[in-house]
């Protein structure tokens, strides 16, 4: 890891259930110090980490880790985009999709150690409506419980399937017009997810064959659920399949334009982003440098 020497730490002291201070006192134990040098801040409102990692980037500091849960890591990456330097995650949330993705260590103390012997690699980044994702965006449900999952003090991935399982019958689908692939959709809308990486988090996979380096949007598209159309879906996600056609249906794109009727929910990487007749969603190859396990 000869590119990497200097390292900073950005961490959400509200992420998660260790406190900063263990965070701290674990870096300092287990991080080579032989072959980096680094420094520790905190976030301090939402957005910050953004700005801190951006500063970082404007320093030249190889190396910014994301300390915390999806919310942050996505934060942090933002502030990296199109930049030399590359980000890391400890991860610390309860869905952590983007460190599962890239195969990272879980547990606090391995993600530091893999810090030490870690590779820098390339992968893509997504836009809806110019907001930046690195794992998933979508509309419709998954919008809406990433809303009501925001609110709920509860998390982990018990905690969103009783979400789903209790909302899924209230939410209607929805009349819309899709562009992709040169071709005009009209149809039903229930879900359309935007898969850069494979899965959501908790190991729960929208889109189980998605290549993180190939340019290409993965599209999930449910028409309209119901409950045994729910459950194969479920299953599917939770064992890494794709659902049936009369499930869903799946596409492999570099954009996507979509306009409803009626305003509908939208999310990047499953914060809630808010309510829009029109969206655009597109894809930008191989824009963030990230640090991997060797």
């Known amino acids: 890891m000869s590119q990497i020497s200097t390292v900073r730490f950005i961490i959400n002291p509200v992420s998660g259930t260790r406190s900063k201070t263990d965070v701290a006192a674990c870096i300092k134990l287990n991080l080579d110090h032989t072959k980096l040098t680094h420094d520790i801040v905190y976030t301090e409102y939402a957005g910050h980490a953004t700005e801190l990692a951006a500063a970082a980037a404007a320093e030249n500091i190889n190396l910014v880790v994301a300390v915390g849960g999806d919310g942050t890591v996505n934060e942090v990456a933002k502030g990296l985009l199109h930049t030399n330097t590359a980000l890391g995650i400890l991860p610390k949330g309860s869905g952590n999709g983007l460190a599962r993705h890239l195969k990272l260590p879980l547990n606090l103390t ?23 994702f690195f794992t998933t965006a979508g509309i419709g449900f998954d919008a809406y419980i990433s809303s009501v999952f925001a609110g709920n ?11 789903v399982l ?10 819309v017009k899709v562009w992709i692939n040169e071709q005009q959709l009209d149809t039903d809308c229930f879900v359309m997810a935007f898969a850069n990486a494979a899965q959501y988090g908790n190991n729960a996979y929208i889109a189980p064959f998605a290549d993180i380096r190939d340019g290409l949007l993965d599209v999930c598209l449910v028409r309209q659920l119901d409950f045994m159309k729910a459950l194969n879906l479920s299953y599917c996600m939770l064992t890494k399949q794709l659902a049936n056609v009369q499930s869903a249906e799946y596409f492999k794109t570099t954009g996507v334009r979509i306009e409803t009727e009626e305003p509908m929910m939208y999310h990047a990487d499953g914060e809630y982003k808010g309510k829009t007749t029109q969206f655009e969603v597109k894809m930008n190859p191989l824009s963030l440098k990230v640090l991997i396990p060797n």
Do not use: C, M
Request: positive net charge.
């Open 110 to 132: 391995n993600a530091i150690k893999a810090i030490n012997t870690g590779q820098v690699s390339q992968i893509d980044s997504g836009t809806i409506n110019d907001v930046p």
């Open 153 to 163: 003090k509860r998390r982990g991935l018990k905690t969103y399937v009783e979400l």
């Open 166 to 175: 209790k909302e899924v019958r209230n939410y209607k689908h929805l009349p």
